[in-house]
């Protein structure tokens, strides 16, 4: 009978904590989906640049209403060639790790250095799972430090990479 209800408490637990985890959706479009199938209430801001890209600016706000710990995040969605090629979560001076964890809790914890304090660490992390590249930085930024998620396709990796090397080159030359 204890067994039945321990093994009961851990199923219910382990259903609460992917239920927390997954609570924002914040994907709302497949990769490969052209911008045109984004639809939602007001319409998201769009931005060309003059390296094929374009984006949509999208605050979690918008689509993920219920997901406290992410207010203030912006979505921003690339898309080249037409196509959802790069998902990117920003969240700048906020003054917590909500992304870390939300991070943590999607794709999979990993260790930081003991002596760290979770506030003042730098650095990235990656996954990787059968369709993605999934990367995880905090950095310092003025006035404070900002935490990104960037979830790129596999299918569009080496489109996402000769796009950023054009945005480079773009940024070498102002120098």
Not at 31 to 50: A, Q, R, T
Not at 71 to 94: H, P
Not at 131 to 144: A, C, D, L, R, T
């Amino acid at each position: 009978m204890i067994k039945r209800i321990a093994i009961t408490s851990l199923s219910l637990l382990i259903f609460i904590t992917t239920s927390v985890a997954y609570a924002c959706d914040f994907k709302i479009g497949q990769f490969g989906d052209p911008k045109e199938k984004i639809k939602i209430d007001p319409p998201p801001v769009f931005f060309s640049d003059e390296f094929g890209g374009h984006t949509i600016v999208i605050p979690t706000e918008e689509i993920c209403r219920d997901e406290v710990n992410l207010l203030g995040t912006v979505v921003m969605n690339l898309y080249i060639d037409n196509k959802l090629s790069q998902i990117r979560l920003e969240r700048a001076n906020m003054n917590d790790r909500n992304l870390m964890d939300f991070a943590m809790k999607k794709y999979g914890s990993f260790r930081l250095p003991q002596e760290i304090d979770k506030m003042r660490w730098r650095g990235t992390h990656r996954w990787e799972s059968d369709s993605e590249y999934i990367v995880y930085v905090v950095s310092n930024i003025q006035n404070g430090s900002i935490e990104i998620i960037e979830i790129t396709s596999k299918l569009y990796a080496n489109d996402v990479a000769n796009y950023y090397e054009k945005f480079g080159k773009w940024l070498e030359s102002k120098n």
